[in-house]
């Protein structure tokens, strides 16, 4: 250490630290237990871990954003290969090509699913991706409402409000009828002020929201559609693009990245043509050099995002390249037709077990009408209901009370293609039993 001090000037290390404020400095040494063995370490980590329980561990039906898909083991196989794990993010574009080309394959994936022109090259998560659809839509037409149904995942909605206001923007909320936007107040609400309209499709009550009647409501006042769309289900879905949607984003965990007890995961953001100057973060383009070979570029980059920060639009300027690494080879394992074998089982399970638990007494179902593999029921006193479930080795869903205080004793119950009909048998008895 004195070598080192000596090398670079100073006397004491508290001399790197003379920039920092005093009032801002701790002023003591850090309260940091003694230091323990390598083995010591492990089983520390190891106890702590166990204090978790996977979703391996248990039959699994929540939802909610994160959810409980069959990953293919092929994909860990080729994502832990050391090329593709230890690449980071392509500065030297030249030099990129197998990244980049895994990233163009990625964009034009979701670009397919939903029905968009254009696709950057991934966000952090579906949260972060939202704010950046709508900062989009504030650039784009100069206004400065946005309108958020309350159907759209609640923490979506947190990310957003604590962001967009901080660049000028306001928001509106638009009421649930029977779990769905009221497309009657919607009509109320909006005029030539409004610069976007957000809803989710399916949305996080799990019912599918009428698009295209909404999207009709917002075209007439000269706003923009947001659409936060499961990937998964856009494998069934009309693509949000058929109806009109301006920027589609959201969430890509379902396309083969694991729960992770909540990340690292992927927003994506899609856009239509129009918008593609508007649009944050990475974009990776292809085309031919002066032998006529393909090749891969980073095309329209905002360059202020890396080097004049003050100006930038953004402050997403990397991506999350190995998520969406996942998302591409999950969507190339599975192709087409398996991806809508994916999205009908989780579609058809989710009906079946909806069927048997309306036999259950007790349960109630507030929504009616069409869903894809989320529903609402409302157990009488949940939490107790949920904690027996959990000891018998069942997660049964998700307590929306946390974010909507109104629906007491409401549950959000999500099935994947994962759960067989002998899970869901179980789901009910338990159900029964505890209930009685």
């Known amino acids: 250490m004195k070598e080192m001090m000596a090398t670079i000037g100073i006397s004491a290390v508290g001399e790197l630290f003379a920039d920092v404020p005093e009032n801002v400095r701790l002023g003591r040494p850090l309260d940091l237990p003694k230091g323990v063995s390598e083995p010591e370490t492990i089983q520390r980590l190891k106890d702590l871990a166990e204090r978790n329980i996977s979703s391996q561990e248990v039959i699994s039906f929540l939802g909610g954003g994160c959810y409980d898909h069959y990953i293919p083991a092929a994909l860990d196989h080729l994502i832990l290969r050391g090329d593709f794990s230890t690449a980071y993010t392509p500065y030297q574009a030249e030099i990129s090509q197998g990244t980049l080309q895994a990233i163009y394959e990625f964009q034009s994936m979701m670009c397919c699913l939903t029905g968009m022109d254009q696709s950057n090259a991934s966000m952090y998560e579906g949260g972060s991706a939202l704010a950046e659809a ?214 058809q399970k989710a009906h079946y077990l909806r069927r048997e638990m309306e036999k259950v007494s007790g349960l109630v179902f507030p929504f009616s009408g069409s869903f894809f593999h989320e529903f609402v029921v409302r157990i009488p006193n949940s939490k107790k209901i949920l904690s027996k479930l959990a000891k018998q080795g069942t997660f049964g869903g998700i307590a929306l009370e946390r974010w909507f205080p109104r629906l007491t004793d409401h549950v959000l119950v999500a099935v994947t293609e994962k759960r067989t009909v002998e899970e869901m048998n179980l789901y009910c008895q338990q159900l029964k039993g505890v209930l009685e």
């Not at 995961?265 to 974009?283: C, D, E, Q, S």
């Open 134 to 347: 709508i900062s989009m839509a504030l650039s784009q037409t100069g206004r400065q409402a946005a309108f958020m149904a309350e159907s759209v995942h609640p923490e979506y909605r947190r990310v957003t409000e604590s962001l967009i206001p901080k660049l000028g923007g306001k928001f509106g909320n638009l009421p649930s009828e029977d779990g769905l936007v009221d497309t009657s107040k919607l009509a109320e609400q909006i005029d030539e002020r409004t610069a976007a309209v957000v809803v989710q499709y399916p949305n996080f009550f799990g019912r599918i929201e009428e698009l295209d009647e909404i999207s009709a409501i917002a075209k007439r006042v000269g706003a923009l559609l947001i659409v936060v769309a499961n990937p998964l289900a856009l494998g069934m879905l009309t693509p949000p693009g058929d109806f009109g949607a301006d920027i589609v984003c959201g969430e890509a965990q379902p396309l083969g990245i694991p729960m992770s007890y909540g990340g690292p995961f992927l927003g994506y953001l899609t856009a239509r043509t129009a918008l593609l100057r508007k649009m944050p973060g990475r974009i990776t383009g292809c085309t031919v050099d002066n032998r006529q070979q393909r090749g891969f570029v980073l095309t329209l980059q905002a360059r202020e995002q890396h080097i004049r920060r003050e100006k930038a639009t953004s402050n997403i300027c990397s991506n999350q390249a190995l998520m969406a690494l996942c998302a591409t080879i999950y969507l190339s394992l599975l192709g087409e037709h398996g991806l809508q074998t994916v999205a009908r089982q989780c579609f």
